[in-house]
């Protein structure tokens, strides 16, 4: 009876024995299957530079990365000028000049979209201002400075501001001009001056009255009058230290702030450059007033060779390149075309018949070095 008891003591063992284990897991662990594992980290400062642990990753650290708003104002862009200009800004006191002298033709960039407001203007750079400023007119007068390339920008600017009918600027004498030298103040306003004087808009008869500046003496005396009518039409003003400093150098901004005022304030050409009377050795006159909508009304008194003077004459006058065209009437409706060009020689300008009803006055006939007067 023991050893049946025994036998199947062993048996029950055996059977339980081979039952697979996850028969057990179910009934151990219930419906909560989870397998919760714990691992045990240490501070170590040896640990590996690569690793990346929760305190190393933190939403504090992606902002501090990531900035939300910018701090720092962009760059002035093309933008910001009406001209294109990345330093010229709305905010800044030549804004509206530099914009009237540019798209007036006046003035250009220095390139890259750069105006350079602050860089110093040159006396070849001023020239060709007033030379644009008179429209750029044709002429016949020779380079005869050395240190004015041919071809250069300012080559005709300097040609013409510097010839014997405007006189606006002269050179340093030796056939030095300077194109590249830096303007000062009064030898801006003395170029200026004397194109106004060339316009007749400077001083007519005597004037007298003192500048009130601290340096007003400083003034050297072939650029007096120039700063006195400068100063006078608010051109050029002094500084709020008192001074005027009239070596000082001139800006690019300064120029166009200037040009500006200028225009504003006589106009952007005032009159005709061929307004005026004109005779030649000859006794031949001639005689052109500017009727202000780019025509002159043209005089004429010509005496040609072995006839009387054909008097009398009146007609309309064109502005062409490097001259006139003219188209007179004399009081009985006869008809004479010419042309007023500047004189081969530089000196002077020649009338030239290009068509004619008198019988006095031919057709290819010349009337050589008028002179205005």
Not at 12 to 20: D, R, Y
Request: hydrophobic fraction near 35%; include cysteine; aromatic fraction near 12%.
């Amino acid at each position: 009876m023991k050893k049946r008891l025994v036998y199947l003591i062993l048996c029950l063992v055996l059977i339980f024995g081979l039952m697979p284990a996850a028969s057990f897991a179910d009934d151990v662990t219930g419906e909560d299957q989870a397998v919760e594992i714990t691992v045990e980290t240490t501070a170590d400062n040896s640990a590996d530079q690569n690793d990346v642990s929760d305190t190393e990753f933190q939403p504090e650290s992606v902002e501090t990365q990531i900035e939300p708003e910018i701090t720092i104002a962009p760059a002035p862009t093309a933008a910001d000028s009406q001209t294109g200009f990345t330093d010229v800004t709305a905010d800044d006191w030549f804004y509206d000049d530099v914009n009237f002298a540019v798209e007036n033709g006046l003035m250009n960039g220095v390139g890259d979209n750069l105006f350079d407001p602050n860089g110093n203007i040159t006396r070849g750079m001023f020239a060709t201002i007033l030379y644009r400023l008179e429209g750029e007119p044709a002429f016949m007068n020779d380079n005869t400075y050395t240190d004015v390339a041919p071809g250069s920008y300012y080559e005709k600017a300097i040609i013409w501001c510097s010839s014997g009918k405007t006189n606006i600027v002269q050179g340093y004498g030796d056939n030095l001009f300077g194109p590249d030298d830096n303007i000062t103040r009064e030898q801006l306003a003395k170029m200026l001056y004397n194109y106004a004087s060339y316009k007749g808009l400077g001083f007519q008869g005597a004037w007298m009255f003192l500048l009130d500046y601290n340096d007003a003496s400083a003034i050297s005396s072939w650029a007096d009058e120039a700063m006195h009518w400068c100063s006078m039409n608010g051109l050029i003003t002094g500084f709020e230290t008192g001074n005027i400093e009239p070596q000082g150098t001139a800006t690019r901004a300064q120029a166009a702030k200037i040009l500006s005022m200028y225009v504003q304030k006589f106009g952007d050409s005032s009159v005709s450059p061929y307004a005026g009377d004109y005779t030649n050795a000859a006794g031949d006159r001639l005689s052109f007033d500017d009727n202000g909508d780019g025509t002159l009304t043209a005089y004429s008194r010509l005496i040609p060779e072995n006839a009387s003077a054909v008097d009398g004459m009146k007609g309309t006058a064109y502005p062409i390149e490097n001259g006139l065209e003219i188209d007179f009437t004399d009081p009985y409706g006869n008809h004479i075309t010419a042309k007023l060009l500047a004189a081969a020689n530089g000196y002077g300008y020649d009338l030239t018949i290009t068509g004619s009803f008198w019988e006095e006055i031919e057709s290819g006939e010349v009337f050589k070095g008028f002179i205005k007067q």
